[in-house]
């Protein structure tokens, strides 16, 4: 098995693609070892000590690196770690098969409930984000997700290498409002939530 290394806008962090599917649907973040509990693997990373963040995508897995890290040397741990792993066919979630099964959700409560009057609006913001933004953001390691709308403003959430990424704020502010605004006129503003 060969794993695929590839960089990510974020220099914190990698994307390493191990050449089959590692997420059956969704992604999931793990933003602190205690997060990780419920992913062997995802503790498996962060158990190196230089980890701070892993996210799983459908065929990749981004880790990012604390400060001061030198990935000449965390890299190759990264790599054995999933290694064994994928080879093994061991379970991507405790109390789960390797497919996947028994996938602990990820919290997708809003911030606020949206309004049942602007459900139309909602939903063109949902398909653009899942159709346009979140495959280009996939390519970078990372993911968003909608957290709410509310008077014009939209509220986001990024993540895997996305989060705490230098450009993130200008994928946002420049790409992602941009894009927002040209298809939905009600949507003013683009805010991190």
């Not at 892993?54 to 604390?66: E, K």
């Not at 939209?154 to 230098?166: E, T």
Request: aromatic residues 8%.
């Amino acid at each position: 098995m060969y794993i695929e290394t590839e960089t990510t806008p974020n220099p914190a962090t990698l994307k390493f693609l191990p050449g089959q599917q590692v997420m059956p649907s969704g992604t999931r973040d793990f933003a602190s070892p205690e997060d990780a509990e419920a992913s062997p693997l995802a503790q498996a990373l962060f158990d190196t000590g230089e980890v701070t963040g892993v996210f799983f995508g459908g065929n990749f897995v981004s880790v990012t690196a604390g400060p001061g890290a030198d990935w000449g040397v965390l890299k190759p741990q990264v790599v054995a770690v999933l290694l064994d792993h994928f080879v093994s066919q061991a379970p991507l979630f405790a109390g789960g098969d390797a497919s996947g099964i028994a996938v602990p959700p990820e919290d997708d409560e809003l911030m606020f409930e949206d309004d049942p009057a602007h459900a139309d609006i909602v939903a063109q913001i949902q398909e653009l984000l899942e159709t346009r933004v979140r495959p280009a953001v996939a390519s970078d390691g990372g993911d968003i997700r909608y957290r709410g709308f509310r008077e014009g403003v939209v509220y986001l959430q990024m993540q895997g290498a996305c989060s705490g990424c230098p450009s993130s704020t200008a994928t946002l502010k420049h790409g992602i409002e941009g894009l927002l605004k040209h298809y939905v006129p009600e949507v003013t503003e683009v805010r991190a939530a």
